[in-house]
């Protein structure tokens, strides 16, 4: 739970700052160790490859080619899969709802062998409701994931602020044994060579947006010599070759 929660800060502090990520989804979360987070550990939401900006200023040019489908189509909400350009931060509210509903059943809440049965059943089926598949979920907490998976963006949650706060107050009578399945993410190594400097988020308990910081490069040292061939006489310098000088002119005859 304390996964889904910091990425929903994280995610909030994201559509702040004008950005919708648009493929959302477990390989995209990454955990590294932070003693300052609850659990020892942060949660970095990574990829913004096709994450849309919502300034006009910056974002009017970036557009999706008709017929692209960019993301992940299990994460996807229903407008997104019509039209990328469709994408606000409703759809990050649906993805992270998908999320929510696997992480408590072990099931998509659409799944098909196929892309295109799968956009067909997300813009005419309704998700089995999560109680039905894991009778443990109360019906508080079915009901805000529910509203986070609504066909229609304007049914949602709409906020993330809003989806964040409603499953923080959820999951506060839920069991501990309510989850059935944990969020496949990728843990940094526990050991670190040096300190990773991370761009700020002050959202108070969010998921580290990027690591903006390039990598560093050692400046390559000069080669040592051995004391034993730095004790070796060097030969004198060859003398420079003579200087050739042009012939004088003959002299003029008479």
Do not use: W
């Amino acid at each position: 739970t304390r996964i889904l929660l910091q990425v929903a800060s994280a995610l909030s502090a994201s559509h702040r700052a004008g950005i919708i990520h648009r493929d959302l989804k477990p390989a995209n979360l990454y955990m590294c160790e932070d003693p300052d987070m609850p659990g020892g550990e942060r949660v970095r939401l990574l990829d913004f490859g096709i994450a849309k900006l919502l300034n006009p200023d910056l974002g009017s040019h970036i557009k999706t080619m008709a017929g692209m489908l960019p993301g992940s189509p299990h994460f996807m909400a229903p407008e997104q899969m019509v039209d990328a350009n469709l994408a606000d931060a409703r759809s990050d509210i649906y993805a992270l709802g998908i999320m929510a509903y696997e992480q408590l059943t072990g099931k998509y809440p659409h799944d098909a062998e196929s892309i295109g049965r799968l956009i067909i059943m997300r813009q005419e089926e309704e998700p089995v409701p999560p109680s039905t598949l894991n009778p443990k979920i109360s019906p508080e907490l079915e009901q805000v994931i529910m509203r986070a998976l609504e066909k229609e963006p304007d049914c949602r949650h709409q906020s993330m602020d809003r989806f964040r706060n409603a499953l923080c107050d959820a999951m506060l009578e839920e069991q501990p044994d309510t989850l059935v399945r944990r969020i496949p993410i990728t843990r940094a190594a526990r050991r670190v060579a040096e300190p990773v400097h991370l761009m700020p988020v002050d959202v108070g308990d969010a998921a580290t947006l990027v690591d903006p910081s390039p990598p560093k490069t050692t400046a390559p040292q000069p080669t040592q010599l051995p004391p034993a061939l730095l004790a070796i006489p060097r030969a004198p310098p060859s003398p420079p070759p003579p200087t050739r000088t042009a012939p004088a002119p003959p002299p003029p005859r008479r």
